[in-house]
């Protein structure tokens, strides 16, 4: 079936660094979304791409291969509110998910 | 719009207890999904449901079942619970069409002795 692997499982970095979680599909995807999971809390919707696309939001720029197989999140200059779990899940019903990032930030 | 809610918050189980979780959404959504986290694993899929009186299963559906009798609701039930099953639960649901976002409710931690 179709599996959807991220890397890395864990990143500490200090406030003010940069940031990037990797995730990988082993069949291409017709598009891909991603999550964001605080301590304690549910995941939340961040954004969804399709092939070749690149988005912003904020520090938080996504993007999505043009083969379809890989998708990126990179945060730029991390703060202590960018802690938690980000996941990447794709596909039809019903969603795969990664198993999520876990980033903690060092003030 | 109160979303996804999940009674109840947080339970206690003995082992060979039988309890139901119930996740209601009042955004008219087609599918709805029951979902199992653990650290280090994700989150993995239990038992899912594109329409009312439809479910189908997910990645770890045993010693699970599940009922979708009304289009608002989803239940998730064990019928004896066992140290395993001890777990964050999440309920979510979405639209029908291709693309659309998952909304989660806010979770069950459910602990079995």
């Known amino acids: 079936g179709q599996q959807v692997m991220q890397i890395p499982q864990y990143q500490h970095v200090q406030e003010g660094e940069d940031f990037t979680t990797y995730c990988n599909s082993s069949t291409t995807l017709s598009n891909i979304q991603w999550y964001k999971q605080r301590p304690g809390g549910h995941p939340v919707f961040l954004i969804q791409?399709?092939?070749?696309e690149v988005k912003k939001q904020k520090r938080l720029t996504f993007q999505f291969g043009e083969a379809k197989k890989n998708s990126s999140l990179h945060i730029t200059a991390t703060q202590t509110t960018d802690v938690g779990t980000y996941f990447c899940?794709?596909?039809?019903?019903?969603?795969?998910f990664g198993k999520g990032t876990r980033l903690s930030v060092i003030a | 719009n109160a979303g996804v809610t999940q009674t109840p918050k947080f339970r206690v189980l003995k082992t060979g207890q039988s309890m139901t979780l119930l996740c209601a959404q009042d955004?008219?959504?087609?599918?709805m999904y029951w979902y199992r986290q653990d650290p280090g694993m994700g989150l993995r899929l239990i038992h899912y449901s594109v329409g009312e009186g439809t479910t189908a299963k997910g990645e770890v559906p045993d010693g699970y079942n599940v009922s979708r009798l009304k289009k608002q609701n989803f239940l998730l039930g064990l019928e004896s619970a066992a140290p395993s099953q001890t777990s964050v639960y999440f309920c979510?649901?979405?639209?029908?069409?291709?693309?659309?976002?998952?909304?989660f409710g806010p979770g069950t931690r459910l602990l079995v002795l």
């Open positions: 791409l399709v092939s070749g």
């Open positions: 979510a649901s979405r639209r029908a069409s291709v693309g659309e976002t998952q909304y």
């Open positions: 899940s794709s596909g039809n019903t019903p969603l795969v």
């Open positions: 955004m008219n959504h087609e599918y």
